[in-house]
């Protein structure tokens, strides 16, 4: 329900990260990580930083899918031509009710179905365009950070429209 | 009671996504920013040459006040291409189909990125020869040939500076796309056209790509697609 969205630069350093939840199904669209864990999330997206490289040279897609798992956290990760990453991890929230017996099979819920893969594909589709219309900027040089309020709400938005 | 965190950006000050309370940052009076602007526009667009030329010639008398040898004007001439190599190379890759969107992990398909796509890009035409040097003692480098290179037409050259290539500057585009991709590599521009009467190319242009070490190390590591 709670993703947690970042991009790291060449150097492994996070060039932009935003928080935010699921807008889908009657989410308010805010993270709900729990207090404790927040901090967590960084050094599990540096975690697959490692996987991430091993991967990329196995073959030549920019989506490479779920790549990593921690406990309950799903990592999913795009490359760009440049080797700029954008990691999305995916933490779904425990069901409210225990005595439910349904399944929820919506995206947020189900972070390694295909729907949730294809959606996370679109998300990561729209934010390369962006962060290529980012890089475009003449003065903006590779692995400075991303401080622009338009990149924020436009991720936001992707965010809301695809997750 | 969930409250809502705060977002810690990285930026330090929370964006509050209102206009006023950003006392830098200015938009532009018909409101669109550079994120409103397609980014498939300037596909078949194309810029005059004599605007190019104009501003090619400033650049490169910019450089040479300042510095004092041939290497030099070359290098300065490198480095302002090589941020370009960096932006064109994420540019060419989004407008690929999605077919054919692909990373080049080898230097072959690299090499071919270069000589076919990025090449028609800025000049309308693939580069004219690709090859590998046959030198045992240099199996990491490469050459791509350019009979006519386009920056070169309206720089003329003193016959006492005639080691000096203009086109370092597209040999600094290259490399700023061989070093985006992750194929670390210095490039190059040499003039094999000998200005000879006769010769049907006198401004070819070679650019040498001299890959380091740890690209070919990879590369034999990595298996044979």
């Known amino acids: 329900m709670s993703y947690y969205f970042a991009i790291i630069g060449t150097q492994d350093n996070p060039l932009f990260e935003y928080e935010f939840g699921t807008s889908k199904q009657g989410g308010d669209g805010i993270a709900r990580f729990p207090e404790q864990a927040r901090h967590m999330n960084q050094f599990i997206v540096h975690s697959s930083l490692d996987i991430v490289e091993e991967v990329q040279w196995g073959g030549g897609q920019m989506y490479l899918k779920c790549i990593d798992r921690f406990y309950n956290n799903y990592v999913s990760c795009f490359i760009t031509g440049g080797n700029v990453k954008f990691f999305l991890l995916h933490a779904p929230s425990q069901p409210a009710v225990a005595n439910t017996t349904r399944a929820s099979t919506s995206i947020a819920a189900n972070p390694t179905s295909p729907q949730t893969e294809e959606a996370i594909k679109q998300f990561f589709a729209e934010v390369y365009e962006n962060w290529v219309k980012t890089i475009m900027n003449p003065f903006y040089q590779v692995n400075m950070e991303v401080k622009s309020p338009v990149f924020r709400g436009r991720v936001a938005a992707a965010g809301k429209k695809y997750l | 009671m969930a409250s809502q965190p705060a977002k810690q950006t990285l ?46 010639g400033e650049m490169v008398s910019y450089a040479q006040k300042r510095v004092t040898g041939i290497q030099d004007l070359e290098k300065r001439l490198n480095v302002q291409g090589h941020p370009i190599g960096l932006k064109l190379l994420d540019l060419l890759l989004y407008r690929e189909p999605p ?18 796509i990025l090449w028609r890009h800025l000049f309308s035409r693939p580069a004219d020869a690709l090859e590998k040097s046959s030198n045992p003692d240099t199996p990491d480098e490469y050459m791509i040939s350019d009979n006519d290179p386009l920056v070169n037409q309206y720089i003329s050259v003193p016959k006492e500076m005639n080691q000096l290539n203009c086109a370092a500057f597209v040999a600094g585009i290259v490399e700023g796309v061989c070093d985006g991709a992750g194929f670390p590599a210095r490039v190059t521009a040499h003039s094999v056209g000998k200005g000879e009467e006769g010769e049907l190319w006198p401004g070819k242009t070679v650019f040498l790509l001299k890959f380091q070490q740890e690209v070919v190390e990879r590369e034999a590591f990595l298996p044979k697609s």
């Open chain 2, 11 to 56: 930026a330090g000050n929370a964006s509050q996504s209102q206009r006023t309370s950003q006392p830098g940052l200015r938009y532009p009076s018909n409101g669109k920013t550079i994120y409103h602007r397609p980014l498939n526009r300037s596909r078949t667009q194309e810029l005059s040459q004599a605007s190019f030329a104009y501003l090619f």
């Open chain 2, 99 to 116: 077919r054919t969107q692909t990373r080049p992990l080898n230097i072959i398909a690299l090499l071919q990125f270069i000589t076919t």
